[in-house]
């Protein structure tokens, strides 16, 4: 049994999704799931995204491009 998947006309919510996920490679799932609510991306695919990562569907080229996140080290700030 399959679970539904993301219809890829919804491409707000594919992006959010995938930038989701390059925030959890560099920070936390804690900070990615904010970002996901704050885009409105529904409650399962949020869950399904961070429990499941690898069961996301191939990238498109255009989402691979994004912008550098840095953790932030608030200590060291001057």
Do not use: W
């Amino acid at each position: 049994m399959s679970e539904p998947r993301q219809r890829r006309s919804d491409q707000a919510t594919a992006n959010a999704v995938a930038r989701g996920l390059n925030i959890l490679s560099v920070r936390d799932a804690f900070v990615a799931r904010r970002y996901m609510e704050h885009k409105q991306v529904p409650e399962p695919v949020i869950e399904r995204t961070l429990t499941q990562p690898g069961q996301r569907r191939k990238l498109t080229p255009e989402q691979c491009v994004t912008e550098a996140i840095l953790p932030l080290n608030r200590r060291n700030a001057s």
